[in-house]
T-cell receptor, first 110, second 116 residues
Framework: KNEVEQSPQNLTAQEGEFITINCSYS?????LHWLQQHPGGGIVSLFM???GKKKHGRLIATINIQEKHSSLHITASHPRDSAVYIC????????????FGTGTSLTVIP | GAGVSQSPRYKVAKRGQDVALRCDPI?????LFWYQQALGQGPEFLTY????????KSGLPSDRFFAERPEGSVSTLKIQRTQQEDSAVYLC??????????????FGSGTRLTVV
């Protein structure tokens, strides 16, 4: 079992739809990151969370520490949101380490 | 610069060639990670530095892989005698915090290595 599980693996949405990507983790974390990776491989850090909720533009990230679960929401989705979204859990329990989900590939159709 | 800079952005190498990938972390960042991401996979840990000390290199897949950070700032990941299975995106991340501090990691945009 992977330490970080994401769902869905693939997601296709119509422009304007509200999108949710889920991340569950089994390790104790110091922080959880949401990353966006475009087809060329470049990574952009979207959010770092240790509790609660953060919002940036049309993106919202939430985390429930007790349930070990985080969600990334995209409101009013747009084709330029098409990318792979990766959840990464950072833990310092057994030495500093990131555990990555395998990503959710999002395609937004105009 | 304002972020973690990786160079080159893209690298095509012939099988057997040696390559060097560079990571410029944010100035003053103590911790630095290297990750390898194969196509369609999540990133896999390679190695971790705290300042110039390589505290964990357990993820380096073979002795062809070597990483250094001699002055505790810029880090270089070197791959000798590249093979096709080395083709991947190599990611660098750095943080101001050292030791057990886990916040504030910034990722570079990655270097995509293709071995032909």
């Amino acid at each position: 079992k992977n330490e970080v599980e994401q769902s869905p693996q693939n997601l296709t949405a119509q422009e304007g739809e509200f999108i949710t990507i889920n991340c569950s983790y089994s390790v104790g974390i110091s922080a959880l990151h949401w990353l966006q990776q475009h087809p060329g491989g470049g990574i952009v850090s979207l959010f770092m969370l240790s509790s609660g909720k953060k919002k940036h533009g049309r993106l919202i990230a939430t985390i429930n520490i007790q349930e070990k679960h985080s969600s990334l929401h995209i409101t009013a989705s747009h084709p330029r949101d098409s990318a792979v979204y990766i959840c990464a859990a950072f833990t310092s329990n057994t030495g500093n380490q990131f555990y990555f989900g395998t990503g959710t590939s999002l395609t937004v159709i105009p | 610069g304002a972020g973690v800079s990786q160079s080159p952005r893209y690298k095509v190498a012939k099988r057997g060639q040696d390559v060097a990938l560079r990571c410029d972390p944010i100035s003053g960042h103590v911790s630095l990670f290297w990750y390898q991401q194969a196509l369609g996979q999540g990133p896999e840990f390679l190695t971790y530095f705290q300042n110039e000390a390589q505290l964990d290199k357990s993820g380096l897949p073979s002795d062809r892989f070597f990483a250094e950070r001699p002055e505790g700032s810029v880090s270089t990941l070197k791959i000798q005698r590249t093979q096709q299975e080395d083709s991947a995106v190599y990611l660098c991340a750095s943080s101001l915090g050292g030791g057990r501090v886990g916040y504030g990691y910034t990722f570079g945009s990655g270097t995509r290595l293709t071995v032909v």
